[in-house]
Structures are given as structure tokens and as C-alpha cells.
């Protein structure tokens, strides 16, 4: 059961703009590798501050983590998950 309260309180849906885009970026025509990374960056940065982690490592790596446990988790488990925010 804790294993499911650390995830208690994740909802995606309310950062889900720049988590999607982060997620399904693109490289741009005439776009250089250099302003691709920035745009990367710009992205999990604004992601970041939306969902509320902190700007250390130790944050990005919950942040990340949580993201992929409600990703893979089952629907039934990911709507009880979502009561819980």
C-alpha cells in the first residue's frame, strides 16, 4: 500500500500541455539539433514547474517516475489515483 501512496495525488492531466509536447516533439524543418534541445528543455521545464517537483534531480526523477507508474498502471487503478489528487 505504499507503494500506492506515493502515487496518490498524481494527475498528469492538469501539466498535460507541456508533458505533450515534451512527449511528441518533433524535429522542425530547418530546425538545427542545438534549438531542437532547447525547445526539449523549454518543455520539461515548463512541465516541471506545472506538476510541482522540484528543480533537483531527486525531482525530475519523481516527477518522471510517477509519470510513467500512472502510465503503466491500469485504467481502474489510474481513476482511483485521479479521486485521490
Known sequence: MEDIQWAVGWEPAHNRGYRKRFKSVRIEVGE???????????????????????????????????????ITCDKPLQTFLKRKA
Open 32 to 70: 538545427t539539433a542545438e534549438q531542437l534541445v532547447d525547445r526539449l528543455k523549454k518543455y520539461l521545464t515548463k512541465w516541471r514547474e506545472m506538476a510541482g517537483f522540484d528543480a533537483t534531480y531527486e525531482g525530475l526523477q519523481n516527477m518522471i517516475l510517477r509519470d510513467q507508474f500512472f
